[in-house]
């Protein structure tokens, strides 16, 4: 990959911004939509930002860890930065598309790179009846919430959840209930990345419930179709032996 170009972004903290000066003083700078490659430095969650900035162009992304977890981001080094952008794995990944009714009849769209969430939004457990491929699977759910994740972010709140973690090259996704009070034994499902989920509320007037793609949220929904959009993949960059599958590889062995 022939890297002339490079766009920084920071997380906006004091810190950030001033070694991107030097970097861009080091290496240049130039706009997102002009740039070989965007350099994040951050944590993950300017990760997810940046990479919604670029969703739909071929522009990928390298992280420099300038945050906490930083589960997405690369070792941070000021040095040879074009030199490790040379040997740099790739990775791309898909979002789900969610499309979302409120109880009033409007229609809200957003894509999720990470997962799809349903919240309980009141002191009263959210019912919420799940369909897979139009056909019902769990006719009611009493729970928190419920949510639907991506290979990419079953190693994020999926995890958190008690979900599986979803090697990053396979065609799945899952599944997870949020703290359920009924079936109380129910740990969620694996589904096939073709599946088109259907959550509908029930008893929405009573027990409303918000919907979360990423860092977008609608509140009282009743009805939320959740399926993969192949069609706006973006592509983030890793230091050799150190992607997506390697820190998942880790996550699962984590005692």
């Not at 903290?13 to 001033?18: F, K, L, N, Y």
């Not at 009033?104 to 999720?112: D, Y």
């Amino acid at each position: 990959m022939a890297i002339r170009t490079l766009s920084f972004v920071t997380n906006g903290t004091p810190e950030a911004d001033a070694v991107a000066d030097r970097l861009r003083q080091r290496y240049g700078d130039h706009p997102l939509d002009a740039a070989d490659v965007v350099i994040a430095l951050g944590g993950d969650g300017l990760m997810l930002q940046t990479l919604h900035r670029v969703m739909g162009t071929d522009t990928p992304v390298y992280g420099l860890n300038f945050g906490t977890i930083g589960f997405m981001m690369n070792p941070f080094s000021e040095d040879d930065l074009l030199e490790r952008l040379k040997s740099v794995q790739r990775t791309e990944i898909f979002p789900l598309s969610m499309a979302a009714t409120d109880a009033s009849g409007q229609q809200h769209q957003a894509l999720a790179l990470n997962e799809v969430s349903l919240f309980r939004s009141t002191y009263q457990a959210a019912k919420i009846q799940i369909m897979v491929d139009e056909a019902v699977r769990l006719d009611e759910l009493i729970c928190d919430g419920v949510l639907l994740a991506t290979p990419a972010g079953s190693t994020a709140y999926n995890l958190s959840a008690h979900g599986p973690i979803i090697p990053i090259e396979a065609p799945l996704l899952a599944l997870t209930p949020i703290s359920p009070f009924r079936p109380r034994r129910w740990r969620g499902a694996i589904l096939s990345n073709r599946a088109r989920v259907r959550f509908v509320a029930r008893e929405a007037e009573k027990r409303p419930v918000s919907a979360v793609a990423d860092n977008v949220e609608f509140q009282n929904v009743v009805d939320v179709t959740v399926q993969e959009d192949r069609t706006n993949g973006v592509t983030l960059l890793f230091d050799p032996g150190t992607g997506l599958e390697e820190r998942g590889l880790i996550e699962q062995f984590r005692y």
